[in-house]
T-cell receptor, first 119, second 114 residues
Framework: AAGVIQSPRHLIKEKRETATLKCYPIPRHDTVYWYQQGPGQDPQFLISFYEKMQSDKGSIPDRFSAQQFSDYHSELNMSSLELGDSALYFC??????????????????FGEGSRLTVL | AQTVTQSQPEMSVQEAETVTLSCTYDTSESDYYLFWYKQPPSRQMILVIRQEAYKQQNATENRFSVNFQKAAKSFSLKISDSQLGDAAMYFCACWAGGSEKLVFGKGTKLTVNP
């Protein structure tokens, strides 16, 4: 079965550079979430999109931006990178187009993550 | 917004024995779901088990089962017949209908001793 695809899997950048992470959700999933997991930390919610519109925003720095495109893939853009941005970035997707509330399990399907290292 | 608390940063168990990981949560929503995710060293986030809040019966998946105490807002994970491959970080998480996002606890690192 198709899963959530993230690219690149690994990325190394210098301070003050820019990075872009991509996420391709499971086909027919209409909602995408971005999470940031620092070393030894729990995943922190950054931002989510539903039907190409931002649906919620968490602890995302102003230096970061994201969008969801017409094919439902999403990109997380990070500028002026700092050492503290080094983390594993997860994308997750889900569908809200199930048969109804009882079919909406709330389950998120996670990609394998993109590991960003800022030197 | 919901909160999730895991009070055990680390746990250890002998191979073939049983271990229980604790989790408490808080949400004002009546429509919510609870999850346990496993994160091995590869860092892939793997769903272990899911519990719908409206279901009274505790979820089970092979060697994994939960003890869902809705009134106490408790959601513990029991791993029976522990295997070396069970060693990982385990995150408890809550998805609530109002917030429409998944919130994680701080995680419990499980070590399985041979």
């Amino acid at each position: 079965a198709a899963g959530v695809i993230q690219s690149p899997r690994h990325l190394i950048k210098e301070k003050r550079e820019t990075a872009t992470l991509k996420c391709y959700p499971i086909p027919r999933h209409d909602t995408v979430y971005w999470y940031q997991q620092g070393p030894g930390q729990d995943p922190q919610f950054l931002i989510s999109f539903y039907e190409k519109m931002q649906s919620d925003k968490g602890s995302i720095p102003d230096r970061f931006s994201a969008q969801q495109f017409s094919d439902y893939h999403s990109e997380l853009n990070m500028s002026s990178l700092e050492l503290g941005d080094s983390a594993l970035y997860f994308c997750a997707s889900r569908t809200t187009l199930a048969g109804g509330p009882l079919d909406d399990t709330g389950e998120l399907f996670f990609g394998e993550g993109s590991r960003l290292t800022v030197l | 917004a919901q909160t999730v608390t895991q009070s055990q940063p680390e746990m250890s168990v002998q191979e073939a024995e049983t271990v229980t990981l604790s989790c408490t949560y808080d949400t004002s929503e009546s429509d919510y779901y609870l999850f346990w995710y496993k994160q091995p060293p590869s860092r892939q986030m793997i769903l272990v088990i899911r519990q719908e809040a409206y279901k009274q019966q505790n979820a089970t998946e092979n060697r994994f089962s939960v003890n869902f105490q809705k009134a106490a807002k408790s959601f513990s994970l029991k791993i029976s017949d522990s295997q070396l491959g069970d060693a990982a970080m385990y995150f408890c998480a809550c998805w609530a209908g109002g917030s429409e996002k998944l919130v994680f606890g701080k995680g419990t690192k499980l070590t399985v001793n041979p």
